[in-house]
């Protein structure tokens, strides 16, 4: 009889060590994802943040990677104001400055500032804008095309207002 005892015993104390293990390592990857997600965010901000801090005329291409640890995630500007990334489950928000407009992209990113507006990967001249507002198709490139077009072309010529 001591001896079962002493068994259930052991085996309660092993369960409860694994059930502790095992606890602990779902919780650290949960938070490597988190920080996964947080670098892909600040990736971009730092980006926004650069072409925020210097002079008109400024124009860079940089890339994100279409995964990260083989895993895919979303990444999308809402608003032309927070930047969106979601990882595996984890959400990071990072807000942007004002006079951002655009959308972040997984692979290649343009990004350029003209008239103190910056632009991400909508980045069309003033003949582009005007023909957009002349063809009223402003709200469907907006839309379909290019998120952030609009902002751009209204803030940077008065034009799709």
Known sequence: MEFVVLIAFMLVIFLGFFAVVS????????????????E?????????????????GYKRTFNVQQKFKGSSYNIAVIGNRELVVNYLGNEQVVFLPERVCGDAFKSENEIDKKERFICLNSNLNFTQCQNA?????CDEIDEELLPGVKCCCCGRYGLCC
């Open 23 to 38: 606890m602990r390592i779902l919780e650290a990857k949960e938070n490597e994802n988190k920080q996964i997600a947080k």
């Open 40 to 56: 892909i965010a600040n990736m971009v901000q730092d980006e926004v943040t650069l072409a925020n801090s210097v002079a008109d």
């Open 133 to 137: 507002q002349n063809l009223n198709l």
